[in-house]
């Protein structure tokens, strides 16, 4: 008889041939689908190699006719290299925004930032200051995330475009915590979130020196391998206080010229709420008489309120769980509302005690939302999402009744925004459509173009420009134009994965990720009627 094993009866070689044929023509069918997004195409073309691996295992040991001993010590040879391969890799945090892992040696460093806060340095007092850069001049305010009006636009800065002949000019550059917060800047002061180590520290930092000037600790940390540690927030700053939201669900209002607490709450301890997978992540929303910030990863309470002197507790409104957008203050029908984007919808608040307004079913929970939504005028509100969701336009309108609805104008996947939010400039949405700069046409959905790669990065609209932090750490400036791409210049900030937002405050680039912070004087346009050489 003849043994099975007997090589004189081939090898079946056909079968992983075949196999992995199939994988190469399935992953060039996954590339050919344009509106498949680069995380979908990443993790399926990584489900593919799995599966013709496992398939060629299969294959191997019992189907391939190789002698019993051949297999044998193939098998075990394999499992002790992938076991020792095991032994010399760990995870770093997700690769970019696609959430693959990040392999890296056991002994290579860690790639956040300073486990402890450098020594503080304090300068005179901003107010009482006489002389030095803070005393010279004016500054710009940007209070708080994505604007002063938290709708990703900065008007009159006047930057130049010429960024070959004139390129920005590094004022400084220094190490900072891990986390993905913001900065926000007030009389010529910076604000951030960052981790150090066990401790969520609130700092504050002189803006042209990047001198730190005080910092204010919560013994609170929150990691997880693809959102990494530290908290994912920036900084509320209103009436001389700093209001932050931590990673782990602590609200903090601290005095902003001292950074002495004024209180806080632990909101999702006391209410009981769990945290969401990749960490609380919205800027406090500061009026006159209140705090409001979003909750947990359950079915209830998706707004809380705090009363912004005292830290008391006001009101819980909403039945959905919350996402990774802030809460907006808006005005719609008339009215003032807070706007909220949440796991599976669009909610519009009264003020006054939280009552739901208006509730819109946006997608499902399966997939997480960190786009702000955009007040487009007419009582029509934009709202973007990535992940496959794509986008739409509503019209919000308030019957004889009372009753709030909303009614889908368009629908469309011509704006996929992941961890960006779009702005809007003359009628046309500005923001990254999967990695990509994009520009739609608000009327109607239509793309007018979508050129240019920067990944999970963000953008801020600056007068008739786009600021784009790419993913990858440099910084581009390209037109706000229907009329198609154009990119007028970049520069190399960091080296490594920046998911946090820029802040431009007056005509200063500051930057950060989670290692590093830099602060960049950008080249401006003379002021009309200046001379060419004037200032």
Known sequence: MTSPSNPRRGHRLAIPITVWLLVVVASIGLRLQSDLERNFLSWMQSGLILLGLIFTAVWFVFLSRFRWTT?????????????????????????????LPRWVWVWAKPRSGPVTPSAVITPAPVAAAKDGPVASQSFAAVPQYFGPNRDGIILGARLSTDWGSNPPRQLWRQPVGAGWSGFS?????????EQFGPDECVTCYDLLSGRRIWSHTNHVRFFQWQAGEGPHDTPTIFDGRV???GATGVLTCVDAESGHLVWSRSVLDENQLPNLMWAVSDSPLVTETQVV??????????????????????WQAGTDQASYASPMLATLAGKSVILSVNAASFTAHDPDDGHVLLDYHWATVNWPKA??????????????????????LLQVRVGTDGQWTATE??????????????ALRDGFLYGLDDGLLACV??????????????????TLLVDDLVIVQNEAGSVHLAQAHPDGFKEFGSI?????????????????LVVRNDREAACFDLPVRPAAGAAAGGP
């Open 71 to 99: 297999r044998l010590v193939s098998i075990v040879a394999a499992v002790a290299a992938v076991w020792g391969f095991s032994r010399m890799v760990r995870i770093d945090g997700a690769a970019d925004g696609r959430g």
């Open 185 to 193: 800047s007030v009389n010529g002061r910076l604000f951030t979130h």
């Open 441 to 458: 046409d608000v009327a109607t959905g239509q793309r007018k173009w979508k050129d240019g790669h920067y990944g999970s990065g963000q």
């Open 371 to 392: 786009a702000q939504p955009v007040l487009v005028g007419g009582d029509r509100v934009f709202l973007s999402a990535g992940y496959g969701v794509g986008c739409v």
């Open 243 to 245: 209001y932050t939201h």
């Open 293 to 314: 910030v979003s909750g947990g990863a359950t079915n209830r309470c998706s707004l809380l309120s705090f009363d912004r002197m005292t830290g008391k507790p006001l």
């Open 409 to 422: 104008v368009w629908k469309t996947k011509t704006m996929k925004t992941q961890f960006n939010s779009a």
């Open 492 to 508: 190399p900030v960091f080296d490594s994965k920046t998911w946090n937002h820029p802040l431009v405050v007056g005509h200063y």
